[in-house]
């Protein structure tokens, strides 16, 4: 099923949906776009090239209350907070970002290891992917296509939407895509013509060239795994790292997290937040022993587990090429570059 | 207008000569990054390295930053333009370095560029100077004639608002933080470890990237830069969700500045203004 509606009508969209549910979609923000639960349906904003922080928040916020507490009562006493069901609209979500979510999936949703919090947000949420505009120059940090990635991919979205001059076509992908369309009444059936924008649209994505590297998993999984020793290089690739966490928090496919409890006048929270490899303290051991203390064996450290652990590992590389790490880093270190230094070693 | 290029091929000269006569074992300057307009912090250590060092218009980055990672007595050589110098200028005060081990390849400049923006940046984030306030080798030819431009002319709009609205303000920026630390890690002058904030006993303030904890990470970072920060603005460029750090800075400095009477970073003979005690001092402070 492909519907349309004109791009300056998007609010009246926004507005069905925040009716059923709630509606994360990008907003415009000083820096740049973001995306954001969205409480006034004029504030989504489709004209972005992509997000300054990545979707993931949407299942993995930086920040998860799970228990709540109080010093000195029993642990009956304790109030677990539950995720709320309702229904989830993700919005606008760049071809590479949806990619992220089903590798993110491995380590919150796989047998075995079911993260509540993730799976149940994934289970509510209908994801809107969005083409890349076709007819804007790519920027320079993104790689999507060295991972098998193209700007107009409607694989992993429920719903896929392509922008056509004024208007934005809609097409279900998935059961649960399709049948949320059918309930979308702001919006009109697409022509015949749109049909063939649409197809012509993901074919031309191919076309829509980032950077590229021949990127073979094992091989660089291999090739990093040997280098893994040669202090030179590492030292030399991150001479300039502030070893801050940027990179990490603007990441699709980060996942790492901390656990602490927080605690203020006796009340406390259990909670997660995002945490970084690139920080100081985050192998630091209870013994106050460190086995990462130099800046190189942390950014080493990023780098394999995307490259190389992940691949031995899961069997597929933990980026999707979103040029987010490169376009946010301080001193522009850029995870491409570091890549193709080592294939040449 | 600045010569980029020829400061560029000046820096690869100095760094070479330093390097080939074993005066200095690195020479901290800038290098070639993915395209032009992304050029990275470089640490050359061989004359081989120095091909790669570049000047351009968005060479912004404070390379004082690197100091501090190099064991004491190591001889370096560092490209400073001025706010660089100043923070150079203010680790010596306290210590963290010393002259004798430093040769400072002095950078006169003007023009310099957001490289997200391309708006220049000169006084705007950073303290207004363009020439090095101390070096040992100039790279460019200093920069005169200019009109003079206070670098807290770009306060006036956050001084307008009352305390209210300064605290409204400040609770907005804060509330986009995602407690990256890129500032404390891009700041000069932010060295301590550890950080109060990676602290767990006692644990000075919340993990999480909420309000309290985030407040309170960014006015205690404020405060422990008053009289210490040199304005060179890499804090605010390096936010990644663009909070307008330098005003709280340049705020208080311009304070320091007039209670004290004592620029921050602009001689080593001065002591930082707020571990020194002079009996003239101002009791404003105390009111």
Redesign the interface.
Known sequence: MLKKTAIEKISQLAAVLMEKGTLLAPVKEVAGHNFAEINDPQKVDLNFYNTIISPKGAFFPPKEDFIKYKIGKTITEAEQIKVDSKPVFLFGVRPCDVKSFSIMDIHFNAAGIIDPYWSQRRKATTIFGYAYDLNQPVDAADFYNSLGIYAADPEGSDIFMVKKDKDLLLKGITPKGEELLAQLNTLVDAGKDDEKYYEETLKKGKEYKTRFLCIDQDVIAKKLEAVFNNNDFWTKVSSACLSCGACTFVCPNCYCFDICDDTIFGKGTRRRVWDACMFTDFTLEASGHNPRTQVYQRLRQKINHKYSYHVKKYGVISCVGCGRCTRSCPVNIDIYSIVEEALKL | MTDFKKIEENLKKEAKRLLESGEVTVVLAY?K???E???????AKSVADVDNIVFNEYCN?NMA?YLV?YPQGTKIAIAVKAADSRAVIQLIQEEKIKKENLVLLGIPVIGMKNP?TDEVIDSKTTCGMHNPVLYDVLLGEEVHGQKIVSPYDVLAEYEAMDKDARWQFWKDQFD?C?????C???CPMCYC??CFI?QNKPKWA?????S??NIMYHLTRFHHLAGRCIDCG?CS??????IPLYLFHKKVAKECEEMFNQVSGMSIEDKPVLVNFRVEDSDKILE
Do not use: L, S, T
């Open positions: 290098g990054g993915f395209d307009k992304h050029p990275m912090p470089f640490a980055y930053r990672r997200k986009k995602i407690r990256c630390y890129a404390r890690k891009a470890d550890p990676d919340d993990k999480a990237p909420q309290p904890g890499e460029r390096a936010c990644p969700v663009d």
